[in-house]
Structure formats: C-alpha cells, structure tokens
C-alpha cells in the first residue's frame, strides 16, 4: 500500500486540493481551520455549490483514476491536510 500526504492553503480561490492521475485511491481530507468551512467539489465549486467540511472535520473519499477534488472558502484562509491510499 503506497501512502501520501499533503497540505494545501484553501483562499477564495478555488484550488486543486487532491490530483490524482493514478489510478485511483482513498483520500481523507481533514480541515485544520479553527474558524473556516472548507467547500469541496470538482472544478466549478464554489462556497454556494460545495460540499461543506466544516472547521475541525475530516471526510474520506474514494477517488477514481484522474478524478480530483477542489475546495474555495467563503472568506479568508484554511489549511487542509490530506492522507491519500492507494493499493499496488
């Protein structure tokens, strides 16, 4: 089992958070913030049209091959922390 992690600054600007070109893996996206939500979905996500992770929470997701997923806030900054799997 192969394993990654990362961090990524999630702004208003929405930004690759997890790419994985591969061929698939379990993703568990946790966001550090201690006062922002963190909005995840594909390439069009915005704070309006995302999947909420709230400040403190984590969220585990199965990645098909060359699926990624984005995030944006509302406001401000967040840190997001990841952990990806990936069985060989």
Same mark, same amino acid.
Do not use: F, H
């Given at each position: ?24 893996? $379990? !993703?568990?996206?946790? /966001? ?6 963190? @909005? ?5 996500? %915005? ?9 403190? $929470? !984590?969220?585990?997701? /199965? ?6 997923? @984005? ?5 401000? %900054? ?11």
């Amino acid at each position: 089992m192969a394993i990654s992690s990362g961090q990524v600054t999630v702004t208003t600007e929405r930004i690759s958070v997890i790419s994985d070109d591969r061929d698939g893996c $379990e !993703a568990v996206i946790y /966001n550090n913030s201690n006062s922002r939500s963190v @909005y995840l979905g594909n390439s069009q996500v %915005t704070y309006s049209n995302g999947l909420e992770l709230p400040k403190g $929470e !984590a969220i585990k997701i /199965n990645l098909g091959p060359v699926e990624e997923i @984005y995030g944006v806030t509302a406001s401000d %900054t967040a840190l997001v922390t990841y952990l990806l799997t990936k069985n060989q």
